[in-house]
């Protein structure tokens, strides 16, 4: 590693971190895959939680955002963002062997306790590197190839998450000693095992990547100060009201899917984890082009067009419970994970971009640190909100019972049932539509109507539909145009500029 920060970053230097930063961004997403999301609600499952224990630790990794404030401080004060993440993530990824034997423990409710005390030591060290990761990044990237680079690491860590969640739903399906594919002991210990080891090789690529310095400080700049002033930047206080209202309206619901899978829908762990993979797939197959999109068409337009789809979702899986027998039921889930991973990956890429773009350079710390301490807040409050209110619905309905007579005159009966997970699926997806609103008040220089974009999309992807005589061509045709569609928008401006 380096010892200082440098004034100037050499291009061999900077496409050198660039690499080591790919690296970095596969094997810290096989950490992910391994020890979170499904896995970690399967394990807490495994360990006995009940609905608020898995809603604290869908919390965890939102509220653990707040120690992002002192983060900043820190910052200030080291003058090393570096130095900052590489330690917070040394020290967080140690809680993962100790959280790999928890299931080897007789007292389960010690196992839970200890699991979420690791959950937040974990999480809480990665949002004070994450803070140190973005200012970092905002500084070492140019501008004009943030989306590119965004998107290039994306792929880089689906590719390998993809691989990691595979392993993970193998574990799982096939270690549980009652058939129901939940996981056993053995199985995440060795997920978590694995986990830490990639963890080790991810912080030693991100130690090699350069660092520029960070701006002279400011004598007198205190913390609070330091926090309000994006607070003054009305275009910036519009990106954190849609932020804000989007992480809740989000995470109201989705920290619960895996759940509502396994217990209400009826399947194993490591299908649910098949399901990540496909969303994954479809997230990986579109990502790129949604890089190259935000790049020309602004960050905003892609958010237009990937957030209300994504929001679409999200009302529809209240109703995968009322498809009917359980292949349609799968068939149901697997078209409507490929659609959220399509348009979540627009939604991931333009909302870092587009954050990372509206914070001054040189001042990014503060920025983005504020904006994560008030979309934190919203984002832990949902699934703690949900939480709540889990001992009490979940083992009730609201039915809706229709008779109608059959041209034979038999009596028929129709009855659409309506549980507690479903309630907060459309919950979630009517405060969706509210923070749509917030991102229409959101400017962006040289965004594009939204109409407009959906417009040339659906022209490319007839043409391509009409094409699709060989299995080559069916992949086209579902593939996202960006290349293409940039190449219309590119045709249709050059006379205009000749004109002027």
């Known amino acids: 590693m380096p010892a200082l920060p440098a004034a100037d970053i050499a291009p061999t230097q900077l496409r050198e971190g660039g690499r080591r930063l790919m ?30 224990v898995i809603g604290v630790l869908a919390a965890i990794p939102f509220l653990t955002q707040l120690l992002q404030a002192p983060a900043v401080a820190l910052l200030e004060r080291l003058r090393s963002r570096r130095r900052v993440a590489i330690v917070s993530l040394f020290v967080a990824r140690l ?38 990761w973005n200012s970092w990044i905002r500084d070492l990237i140019p501008e004009a190839k943030l989306g590119v680079f965004f998107a290039r690491r994306t792929i880089w860590a689906t590719a390998l998450g993809i691989a990691g969640t595979a392993a993970a739903a193998a574990a799982l399906q096939f270690s549980d000693p009652t058939g129901r594919g939940g996981g056993s002991p053995v199985a995440f210990a060795a997920l978590y095992g694995i986990g830490f080891l990639s963890s080790l090789v991810s912080t030693w690529q991100l130690s090699r990547v350069p660092e520029p310095a960070m701006p002279p400080a400011v004598e007198g700049r205190r913390l609070g100060r330091l926090l309000l002033e994006p607070m003054r930047d009305p275009g910036f206080v519009r990106l954190i009201r849609f932020f804000a209202s989007w992480q809740f309206a989000v995470n109201l619901a989705a920290p619960f899917f ?15 984890l098949v399901m990540s993979i496909v969303s994954q797939l479809a997230n990986i197959v579109v990502l790129r082009g949604w890089g190259r999109l935000s790049d020309r068409f602004t960050h905003k337009t892609v958010l237009s067009f990937a957030a209300p789809a994504f929001i679409g979702c999200v009302a529809a899986m209240a109703l995968a419970g009322q498809i009917g027998p359980p292949g349609w039921t799968l068939a149901y889930l697997t078209v409507l994970h490929v659609l959220m991973g399509m348009t979540s990956a627009g939604v991931a890429l333009a909302s870092s971009a587009i954050g990372l773009k509206l914070a001054p350079r040189g001042r990014a710390t503060a920025y983005i640190a504020t904006n994560a301490l008030v979309t934190a807040l919203a984002a832990g409050t949902a699934p703690l909100l949900g939480s709540l209110f889990a001992s009490f619905f979940e083992k009730r309905q609201l039915r809706f019972s229709i008779d109608w007579r059959s041209p034979t005159g038999a009596l028929d009966l129709v009855t659409l049932s309506v549980g507690w997970w479903q309630f907060f699926f459309l ?62 928008r590119r045709r249709q401006r050059g006379p205009e500029r000749r004109a002027a």
């Open 23 to 52: 690296f970095d961004a596969a094997f810290a997403t096989i950490v992910g895959t391994l020890n979170s999301g499904v896995v970690l609600v399967a394990y807490a499952l495994m360990l006995g939680a009940s609905s608020t």
């Open 95 to 132: 809680a993962l062997p100790l959280m790999a034997a928890l299931g080897f423990l007789p007292d389960r409710r010690m196992a839970l306790a200890l699991l979420v005390l690791g959950e937040t030591v974990h999480c809480g060290l990665n949002a004070v590197a994450g803070c140190a």
């Open 258 to 272: 895996s759940v509502y899978m396994i217990r209400q829908l009826g399947l194993s762990a490591g299908l649910v």
């Open 427 to 488: 919950i979630s997806a009517v405060i969706g539509l509210y923070s749509l609103h917030r991102l229409s008040l959101v400017r962006e220089a040289g965004e594009v109507p939204r109409r407009e974009m959906l417009q040339h999309v659906l022209n490319v992807a007839r043409r391509g539909v009409r094409n699709a005589s060989t299995v080559a061509g069916l992949r086209a045709a579902v593939a996202f145009p960006a290349g293409r569609l940039i190449q219309e």
